[in-house]
Structure formats: C-alpha cells, structure tokens
C-alpha cells in the first residue's frame, strides 16, 4: 500500500490549500481514511477522517468549518481542503488509511490506522 500527499505549501494567513493524498495497493472495499498534522515539538494529532464507506466525516475542533476533507473514488484520491488558513495550521500533514472502517469515536486516533503516506509541508505566516 502506498500513500503519497501533495499540495502542501506556503501561504500566508487567511489564504487556502488543497492538500491530496493518491492511494494505490488498498484492496479494503471501505474503510477509514484521515489526515493527521504534526507541529515541530508537539505530537501528531488528527484533523479529519471521513468513511469511505458511509462518506461521513469527522473534523478536530480546531478545523472544524475550515477544512474539509473528501474522496474521489475513481482517482482513488482523498482531499483536505483548508480554507481561512491560520499560522498554528502550520505542520507537516500525513494521510493515513486504515484496513477496514473505524468506529466515529475512534477515526482521529492514530492506532486505527496502518499505512502513512511521507506527509506534506504546510506553512502559514
């Protein structure tokens, strides 16, 4: 299974991005997907995950109304869309898949997930 993240950047604050996350070798007809961030000295925290099964989503509140996270199945392809862009959005951003779905409770936990793609640099100023 091999995840690879583009899209990352720099922009300043209130600006957007578009981060992607092509995925190739997941035969699980659905399961879970999510995008995690990881700040310089802090830990990798989850900030959105979606169900490719039932295409519900889950946000961290500190994300929630600015990032939106979607699939395109036929392009086997996960987004995160980050709008109003603020400069503590700035981290490295990884996607993750995991093998089957995952309960809501659980979707930004990282031990629910078992493939990582290298991340993607975000910087906001």
């Known amino acids: 299974v091999q995840l690879v993240e583009s899209g990352g950047g720099s922009v300043q604050a209130g600006g957007s991005l578009r981060l992607s996350c092509v995925v190739s070798?997941?035969?699980?007809?659905?399961?879970?997907m999510g995008w995690f961030r990881q700040a310089p000295g802090k830990e990798r925290e989850g900030v959105a995950a979606?169900?490719?099964?039932?295409?519900?989503?889950d946000y961290a509140d500190s994300v929630k109304g600015r990032f939106t996270i979607s699939r395109e199945s036929a392009k086997n392809t996960v987004y995160l869309q980050m709008n109003n862009l603020k400069p503590e959005d700035t981290a490295m951003y990884y996607c993750?898949?995991?093998?089957?779905?995952?309960?809501?409770?659980?979707?930004?936990?990282?031990?629910?997930?078992?493939?990582w793609g290298q991340g993607t640099q975000v910087t906001v100023s």
């Open positions: 979606i169900s490719t099964g039932l295409g519900s989503t």
């Open positions: 070798g997941l035969t699980s007809s659905s399961n879970c």
């Open positions: 993750a898949a995991a093998s089957a779905e995952a309960r809501w409770w659980l979707r930004l936990l990282e031990r629910v997930y078992t493939y």
